[in-house]
């Protein structure tokens, strides 16, 4: 009986194979790994954009407790930024917000005028402020019928 004899070529091909790895096996590893940068560069945010989007929702927050607060007293209420951080003019004196920033070295700039006006009225018309933080800003804005919020 004859034995089939590998030929030279046929084993060192073999070989490769079972040393290498597939285009299948290669594309796997690659996408695993993107996937792994992607969910670390989400991870990794930036301490000062943070810190910046949190000082914007709480302005807004207060911005609309001193909304509500207006209406339902029937005064007239503004919010002024000073170089300290901020105040509310005209809220009931039983009314204490916060008159400060939570971060050092942010300021704010309200967009064509001194302060915002907050009531009495329901509709107070569009009013918006900008807040900087270094070399970031974030703006906080109604258009006089919706609350604060944060916009692009």
């Not at 792994?36 to 911005?63: F, K, Y």
């Not at 001193?66 to 039983?94: I, K, N, Y």
């Amino acid at each position: 009986m004859m034995r089939a004899v590998p030929r030279c070529g046929d084993r060192a091909l073999g070989w490769a194979r079972r040393r290498g790895f597939t285009l299948l096996e290669l594309l796997i590893v690659v996408s695993l790994m993107a996937v792994v940068a992607g969910t670390l560069s989400l991870a990794v945010r930036d301490p000062q954009a943070t810190a910046l989007e949190r000082e914007a929702e709480r302005l807004a927050a207060l911005l609309e407790s001193a909304r509500v607060e207006s209406r339902a007293s029937g005064v007239g209420v503004r919010w002024v930024p000073t170089e300290q951080g901020f105040r509310f003019v005209g809220l009931p004196d039983g009314l204490a917000l916060p008159t400060h920033w939570l971060h050092e070295g942010l300021r704010a700039e309200v967009y064509g005028a001194g302060g915002l006006t907050l009531g009495p009225d329901p509709l107070i018309g569009a009013q918006r402020v900008t807040l900087f933080l270094e070399d970031r800003r974030l703006t906080v804005a109604t258009d006089g019928l919706q609350a604060f919020a944060i916009v692009p």
